[in-house]
T-cell receptor, first 114, second 117 residues
């Protein structure tokens, strides 16, 4: 069985502070990993993804994530939070043996304090 | 065109009504998906279409009936829904081969906010 765990359903940071959103996966096969952002009343927007190659992945809006196989993690970071970063963030995984299915984490709601 | 367009954006329907949600993409994707998302929850996969054929049905009640009339369109027909079916319904599309889908990404629409009264 596989799962995606996002530690912390709510994260609050001050504007300008580091953003760290945690994602761990459990998988016995190589995963493809994604971070999506969802603003209120909107669909999901892809922030970044890891498939193969460089384990440090840069995405849109200054976000980046690092795939650490030894830790089965794919944490999302941004050096300096902006008010516009307040949103729901979902980590997701597809596995190399399950075809066209996404497995989403439970999500992390990010609040940015002025 | 790199978008998935969903209509309507908002829908209120009674429990005896029949309505349809529509989804359209022109990216040449041959895999399309319906997801249901409750507030503060992750999207839950409902259906997957590949080459206009239903490939995955995640044990969705029959009051939800998907249809894929062509490679660009995906519909979700609704009938005799319950108040607990109120949610955001998201459509997505991707390349039909999972590895290319994963590399190129899945594209989501903005969703239809459904309220059943």
């Amino acid at each position: 069985a596989q799962s995606v765990t996002q530690l912390g359903s709510h994260v609050s940071v001050s504007e300008g502070a580091l953003v760290l959103l945690r994602c761990n996966y459990s998988s016995s096969v190589p995963p493809y990993l994604f971070w999506y952002v969802q603003y209120p009343n909107q669909g999901l927007q892809l922030l970044l993804k890891y498939t193969t190659g460089a384990t440090l992945v840069k995405g849109i809006n200054g976000f980046e994530a690092e795939f650490k196989k030894s830790e089965t993690s794919f944490h999302l970071t941004k050096p300096s939070a902006h008010m516009s970063d307040a949103a729901e963030y979902f980590c997701a995984v597809t596995l190399t043996n399950t075809g066209n299915q996404f497995y989403f984490g439970t999500g992390t709601s990010l609040t940015v304090i002025p | 065109d790199t978008e998935v367009t969903q209509t309507p954006k908002h829908l209120v329907m009674g429990m005896t009504n029949k309505k349809s949600l529509k989804c359209e993409q022109h990216m040449g994707h041959r895999a399309m998906y319906w997801y249901k998302q409750k507030a503060k929850k992750p999207p839950e996969l409902m259906f997957v279409y590949s080459y206009e054929k239903l490939s995955i049905n995640e044990s969705v009640p029959s009051r939800f009936s998907p249809e894929c009339p062509n490679s660009s369109l995906l519909n979700l027909h609704l009938h005799a829904l319950q108040p607990e079916d109120s949610a955001l319904y998201l459509c997505a599309s991707s390349h039909e081969h999972w590895d290319r889908a994963s590399v190129r990404g899945y594209t989501f629409g903005s969703g239809t906010r459904l309220t059943v009264v």
